[in-house]
């Protein structure tokens, strides 16, 4: 980099907080991954529908992957400590905790993004409502959805009498995950910088992970106090809204790397758009336990009248425009692998549903349909649930592991069709020979047959860059930004730009219509079984 000499050791990290695993990963100044350390934590399931997760076991799950991380660079001769100039946070969006602001403590579990219990407050609001299911969209750009964190957060409110003390006396603290880390890591209730001098933790989100509440304006990125009111949500529970590239705060002690800055926070998904390098008219579809659609639309905000999430994409700086995104998010993908392995036991491991896959030349006329907790963009029904049809004797585990995955694409083509309508020719950039090219990302893009399938269902190439986990680089990206580490030029230039990997597509038009076809008729098939008798 321009300025600085390549003998110093300098180095930008990322904490990745997803739904089922921490990871924190360290970069040197070319923005490669020179360590990395990866850790699975409890899902709790208390009943049909409900997700939870253990705000402290999150936290101890950071300082474990930090550790771990320091120890395997300094294996290999890194002096990472010394050379660190700044942390970035992405996170699993809209997952809700609520604490106490005198003892530092959760007054809940965690209420994860997939969480379906609030799905009769959502009836009550839209019955209560004027606008009804979109009364909040002009505002927000999301639809009333038990997905996003303003419900969980009423949930707790109305049903967990520690969360209603707290609230009462003015001692409860509002966050999603990147808050919760953030306040845990600046320092909490007793926290001190490495010269014993106190630290306060900050209560802070950034603007992504802020646009997932439903209670941020779009356009002022502030909270809005009509969505407030309406929904009798106290504004002094939440947290300051800020960009995604600024310095936050320093590391306190009691966790690895104390006096280090933490410079940039994203949402997972932002963060992936970001190590993405998608700019306007640029889209990426990140594949993990869901899968989330992405489209770059400048510096406007775009409403979706196809089924849509308008969000933040990202915002690089807080005196720098915002770039907004068409977003369309659904909530099972990946999951479906795992509950292959976990629940029926058909895979002993991820990575062996793509030989099991492969063992057959097609699904044999099987779709399946993962709406285990209902079905998010473009359909919005969390009524649905989860079906496979078609089956005869015909049908071997193989052509139900292969279903799974083109049930991932499938959903995929759903997000992508609707964004072809709403950002219409102008609002995509084409490569040279004219073509939408989709970018990839996540763990299950390693899986060759699903990035393969995804092309031929989509009928355009899909791009998997050298570097998978681009979330992690993009909360990279912004804290090396912030901390002076990288310009925005040279981020958006590409810093190691390696081989990509191009999927063409090898189906007909006819063939691939025909399955499209079938894919609809088995979703239609899904609606309307969440009262299903036990």
């Not at 010394?82 to 005198?102: F, P």
């Not at 990279?476 to 925005?488: F, I, P, Q, S």
């Not at 730009?497 to 090898?506: A, L, Q």
Request: proline letters at 3%; glycine letters at 10%; hydrophobic letters at 40%.
């Amino acid at each position: 980099m321009a300025g600085k000499e390549e003998a110093e050791e300098v180095y930008v990290a990322s904490i990745d907080q997803g739904t089922t695993s921490t990871r924190f990963i360290v970069y040197d100044r070319h923005a490669r991954p020179v360590a990395s350390h990866q850790l699975e934590f409890k899902q709790h399931y208390p009943e049909a529908g409900w997700v939870e997760h253990d705000p402290m076991e999150i936290i101890d799950s950071v300082k474990t992957c930090m550790a771990a991380t320091l120890d395997k660079a300094a294996a290999n001769g890194l002096n990472v400590d010394a050379g660190l100039k700044a942390i970035g946070i992405t996170n699993q969006r809209e997952t809700t905790v609520m604490w106490s602001k005198s003892t530092g403590l959760p007054l809940y579990n965690a209420i994860v993004w997939m969480d379906v219990r609030t799905s009769s407050i959502c009836r009550r609001l839209e019955s209560e409502l004027s606008g009804g299911r979109t009364h909040f969209v002009e505002t927000c750009g999301l639809p009333i959805s038990t997905y996003f964190s303003a419900l969980k957060l009423l949930w707790l409110m109305e049903n967990v009498d520690a969360v209603k003390d707290a609230v009462q006396a003015g001692d409860a603290l509002f966050g999603t995950i990147d808050t919760w880390l953030i306040w845990n890591l600046t320092g909490g209730i007793r926290g001190k910088d490495t010269d014993g001098k106190e630290l306060l933790g900050q209560h802070v989100t950034d603007c992504s992970n802020a646009s997932r509440t439903m209670l941020m304006n779009l356009k002022t990125l502030d909270w809005d106090k009509p969505t407030l009111e309406a929904l009798g949500i106290p504004a002094g529970i939440l947290p300051k809204i800020i960009s995604n590239s600024e310095k936050i705060g320093v590391v306190a002690s009691g966790f690895p790397l104390a006096g280090v800055s933490i410079s940039g926070c994203l949402g997972d998904q932002h963060a992936a758009m970001l190590g993405q390098l998608c700019q306007k008219g640029e889209a990426k579809s990140t594949y993990g336990t869901g899968a989330f659609i992405l489209l770059n639309t400048g510096e406007e905000v775009t409403q979706s009248s196809h089924g849509l999430l308008s969000t933040i994409a990202y915002k690089l700086g807080p005196d720098v425009p915002t770039n907004y995104a068409l977003e369309g998010s659904i909530a099972i993908a990946g999951a479906a692998v795992q509950w292959l392995r976990d629940s029926l036991g058909i895979i002993s491991s991820a990575a062996e549903i793509e030989g099991l896959a492969e063992s057959v030349q097609d699904s044999g006329g099987i779709y399946f349909v993962p709406a285990f907790n209902g079905l998010f963009a473009p359909w919005w029904r969390d009524d649905a649930r989860g079906i496979c049809i078609g089956i005869t004797r015909f049908t071997n585990k193989g052509h139900i592991a292969r279903a799974v995955l083109e049930s991932m694409c499938f959903q995929v083509n759903d997000v992508l069709s609707s964004m072809h309508k709403d950002a219409g020719e102008a609002g995509e950039v084409k490569s040279a020979e004219g073509e939408f090219l989709l970018r990839v990302d996540g763990g299950a893009t390693v899986n060759n047959l699903l990035m393969q399938i995804q092309a031929d269902l989509l009928g355009s190439p899909v791009v998997r860059p050298a570097d998978i986990e681009t979330t992690a680089l993009g909360a990279a990206y912004a804290a090396g930004l912030a901390a002076g580490v990288w310009t925005k030029e040279e981020i958006f230039a590409g810093l190691h730009k390696e081989n990509t990997t191009v999927f063409r597509p090898k189906l007909d038009d006819a063939h691939r219509k025909k399955r499209g076809d079938s894919w609809y008729k088995a979703v239609s098939r899904s609606f309307d079984l969440a009262d299903l008798s036990l």
